[in-house]
């Protein structure tokens, strides 16, 4: 019995590794599909031709149950290669959360500049817009030099699927808008996040604005560029004032803290390429004495650095935490390896949770 089992694994992995390398083919002529399809004008979508595919194929499959699934197959490579093709027709569809203007919809813009930016209302919408398939990225804040970790996101890379395969640290300055026509001493009332309040605290109680919260730095723009009161500013960035139609009243006033979000960049495969310098390690330790000093000294005795720890409270379990972790270096090396064999004898759950080299950018 073993013997037919290991057979029929033999048979499967050759089969799997072949197909591999036929789908690598195949997507390549995709490619070529679509650049002539872009140099005559022609639709991606031609049901006649999949159809002909189809009825084609399949006759060469006798089995009548088996032809049923191959029909199914077939159909699903024919929808991958499609939606192959509309990526390098529209660009790559990145999920953020927000509206238009949001520091997450003005960082992804920096980050990939020719993409389709999509527009989600929360972090797990557009987490879960990459899982689905609906969007190839996403890009979801994770900490904020300001207010600290972003815990949602944080939870949603723990618990989900995707892996972290890029982290972006961008400066945001923020600046003094009004609608056209308006002067800094038209202002009464300044709208922002209560964040970006706090952070020009100085600047505002220098200029004695009442203040009024608003969801997002985008939104308050929005309000005030819809209100079209010379009287009511917003605290935005740049690109914010050129979405909405706003005049830089003064700019960079948030001038007593900095403000530097991290982004991290989400996709479905983990990356791997030499130009990757930094892993992230999530885990959860076993319920005993020295399991987490036991984790860390694993890392270091491998001559991993880790440059963040964080403790994050498990959902379904009161008084219990995991780790998010990030080292210099990647694991795809015999150390690495160890490593990583060590941490799985201390550790209830070791998720390798993404590789990425470091990009700093700053955002007027």
């Known amino acids: 019995m073993s013997n ?9 992995n050759r089969v799997d590794s072949q197909m591999a390398e036929l789908f690598m083919e195949r997507m390549k002529a995709a490619e070529m599909v679509y650049e002539h399809k872009k140099e ?7 049901t006649k031709r999949e159809e002909t595919i189809i009825e084609k194929n399949s006759a060469s499959i006798s089995d009548s149950v088996i032809k049923e699934y191959y029909i199914e197959y077939i159909k699903n490579l024919m929808s991958i290669s499609r939606s192959y093709q509309y990526r390098m027709q529209n660009g790559l569809k990145v999920a953020y959360s927000g509206i238009e203007g949001a ?37 979801l804040p994770i900490e904020n030099s300001y207010a600290g970790e972003v815990g949602q996101t944080i939870d949603l890379i723990f618990s989900g699927s995707l892996f ?10 923020q600046n003094l808008l009004g609608v056209p026509g308006a002067t800094v001493d038209d202002i009464k009332k300044v709208t922002s996040h209560p964040q970006a309040l706090g952070q020009c605290h100085e600047y505002i109680k220098l200029r004695g604005f009442d203040t009024e919260e608003a969801n997002n ?10 209100s079209n009161d010379r009287s009511l500013g917003a605290i935005a960035s740049v690109e914010t004032a050129e979405i909405y139609g706003l005049k830089i009243l003064e700019a960079n006033v948030n001038k007593s803290g900095e403000n530097t979000t ?3 960049v989400l996709s479905k495969v983990r990356a791997d390429s030499p130009a990757l310098t930094s892993s992230v390690l999530m885990f959860t330790v076993k319920n005993e004495a020295g399991s987490l000093a036991n984790a860390i000294s694993i890392i270091g005795k491998y001559g991993y650095n880790m440059t963040a720890l964080r403790s994050r409270p498990l959902k379904k379990h009161s008084w219990q935490y995991y780790f998010y972790i990030e080292i ?3 694991i795809d090396n015999e150390e690495g390896q160890k490593m990583i064999s060590d941490l799985n004898k ?12 470091p990009h700093s950018e700053i955002l007027r």
């Open 346 to 357: 201390v550790c209830d759950k070791l998720k390798i949770a993404g590789t990425f080299a």
């Open 328 to 330: 210099d270096g990647t």
């Open 217 to 226: 730095t985008a939104i308050a723009a929005k309000t005030v560029a819809d």
């Open 103 to 139: 520091f997450a919809h003005i960082a992804s813009g920096r980050i990939f500049p020719d993409s389709n930016r999509i527009s989600f209302r929360d972090f797990k919408s557009a987490y879960n817009a990459v899982v689905n398939g609906e969007a190839d990225v996403a890009v």
């Open 262 to 264: 991290r982004f991290a």
């Open 164 to 173: 972290i395969n890029g982290i972006y640290e961008l400066e945001i300055h």
């Open 4 to 12: 037919k089992l290991d057979e029929a694994r033999e048979i499967i």
């Open 40 to 46: 005559f004008g022609l639709p991606i979508l031609d």
